[in-house]
C-alpha cells in the first residue's frame, strides 16, 4: 500500500503530468524556434548573398565605364598630339615663308589679265619684241603687302586646323565604341 493518501496521489499526478507536458510543450517551443532559427540564417544569407552580386554586379559595370573614359581620354589625346604637330609644322612654315619675304630670299606675285582693257580708256603698252617671258603676266607685290598676305593666310590655315581638331573631338566623343 501506498503511504501517499489518494487526493495527494491524484494532484502528484496531476502535477507530474503538467511538469511533462509543459517541458514538451517547451520542447517543442525549443525545436520550433531552432527550425525559424535556421530559416532566418538561411534567408540572411540569401540577402548578403544577393547584395554581394549586386555590388560585384556595380563594380563590373563602373570598370567598364572607367575603361571606356581611359580609351576615349587615350584617343582624344593622340588626336590632340596629332593636330598640334599638324598646326606647329603649319606655323613653321608660315614663318619661313615671312622671313624668306623679309629678306627679299622669295618674291610674292600676282597674275594679271591680260584681256582686261584699262578702265581709263588707254592703251595698254605693248610687250617688247624681244622679250623671253612666255605665259601670263604678272606683277610683283610690295613685301609689306606680302606680309600682310601671308598673315592673313596663316590666321585661316590655323584657323582651318582648329575647326578639323573640333570636328574630330565631336566625331570622337559622340561616336560610342
Known amino acids: 500500500m501506498s503511504l501517499i493518501p489518494t487526493p495527494h496521489r491524484l494532484l502528484a499526478n496531476g502535477v507530474l503530468l503538467a511538469v511533462l507536458a509543459g517541458s514538451t510543450g517547451a520542447l517543442a517551443w525549443q525545436v520550433q524556434a531552432w527550425r525559424y532559427g535556421q530559416q532566418l540564417e538561411r534567408q540572411a544569407r540569401l540577402h548578403v548573398d544577393g547584395l554581394n552580386q549586386q555590388a560585384q554586379a556595380a ?14 581620354e587615350r584617343r582624344l589625346s593622340a588626336s590632340e598630339q596629332t ?17 624668306r619675304l623679309a629678306t627679299a630670299d622669295l618674291r610674292l606675285s600676282v597674275l594679271l589679265d591680260a584681256t582686261a582693257k584699262p578702265a ?3 592703251v595698254p603698252a605693248t610687250a617688247a619684241a624681244g622679250s623671253v617671258v612666255h605665259g601670263t603676266t604678272r606683277a610683283q607685290l610690295d613685301p609689306a603687302h606680302a606680309q600682310r598676305i601671308i598673315s592673313i593666310t596663316d590666321a585661316g590655315d590655323q584657323g582651318l586646323i582648329a575647326l578639323a581638331a573640333c570636328q574630330a573631338y565631336a566625331k570622337e566623343v559622340s561616336t560610342p565604341k
Open 59 to 72: 563594380a563590373a559595370q563602373q570598370q567598364a565605364e572607367q575603361d571606356k573614359r581611359l580609351a576615349l
Open 83 to 99: 593636330y598640334y604637330r599638324v598646326l606647329n609644322d603649319v606655323q613653321r612654315d608660315q614663318s619661313r615663308l615671312r622671313d
Open 120 to 122: 581709263n580708256g588707254s
